[in-house]
């Protein structure tokens, strides 16, 4: 099993973006689990559009530890993120806290929740941690020291793949339709044009990779 954390060291640019879509594309079942110690329950309003009621997720599992029953209560506390998922790449979710203020409280249960969560091993799922920033009061730090990985997520990373994104979207589209516009020769023209679109579109989107990430690697070297 891989406990990976992500984390920011001042603020949270995209923490949470970026653990939300590195779970949703992982190639195994994953647990997502909103260690943030903010509060800000931004999958609910994001992802779920608001659609979701927010569960007590980590409060009632910090209430079920002064209970003896952390192992019973982590699986109810938990929301399927995909349902159309095929089983093998399920995405589940742990939520996080709703305020700051209740980040202290958490401080007891963070030592046997990662004990918890290597347990998953004998599932065969994955673990996904979304640390926010590092050092606030109730911040996870027994997490982090347990993870197999972690990652710190600054600015200009999020920034970098957020244009990333938008030119790679802009060129593929562009290059379907440029090739499609133009077919000839029927229903093997269109195919054809198809077969152009994704090698041309893969060309493309590998050189704008390269000379975005060289072009913001020489920014960050020169800061």
């Known amino acids: 099993m891989a ?5 920011s060291a001042s603020g949270s640019p995209g923490v949470s973006t970026t653990a939300l879509a590195l779970t949703l594309n992982w190639d195994r079942p994953v647990l997502l689990v909103d260690a ?3 509060g800000s329950s931004s999958v609910f309003a994001g992802y779920f559009h608001g659609t979701q009621e927010p569960t007590g997720g980590l409060i009632n599992l910090a209430l079920s530890l002064r209970e003896g029953t952390l192992a019973e209560a982590l699986p109810r506390e938990t929301l399927l993120l995909d349902p159309e998922a095929p089983a093998e790449r399920s995405a589940w979710f742990l939520p996080g806290i709703r305020a700051h203020e209740q980040a202290p409280s958490l401080l007891p249960l963070w030592e046997p929740l990662t004990e918890q969560l290597r347990a998953l091993e004998r599932n065969g799922q994955d673990v996904i941690v979304d640390a926010g920033r590092l050092g606030l009061a109730g911040w996870p730090q027994p ?5 197999d990985l972690t990652l710190l997520v600054g600015l200009a990373d999020f920034i970098t793949s957020e ?3 938008a030119v790679f979207g802009m060129l593929a589209g562009l290059t379907a339709c440029y090739l499609g516009l133009n077919a000839k020769g029927g229903p093997k023209g269109v195919g054809d044009a198809v077969n152009q679109t994704v090698v041309f579109a893969f060309m493309l989107l590998f050189a704008a990779n390269s000379v975005i990430s060289a072009l913001f690697l020489q920014i960050k070297l020169g800061a």
């Open 36 to 38: 943030d110690p903010t």
């Open 143 to 147: 997490l982090i020291a347990a993870s």
């Open 3 to 7: 406990l990976i954390v992500l984390a």
């Open 163 to 165: 244009i990333k994104a």
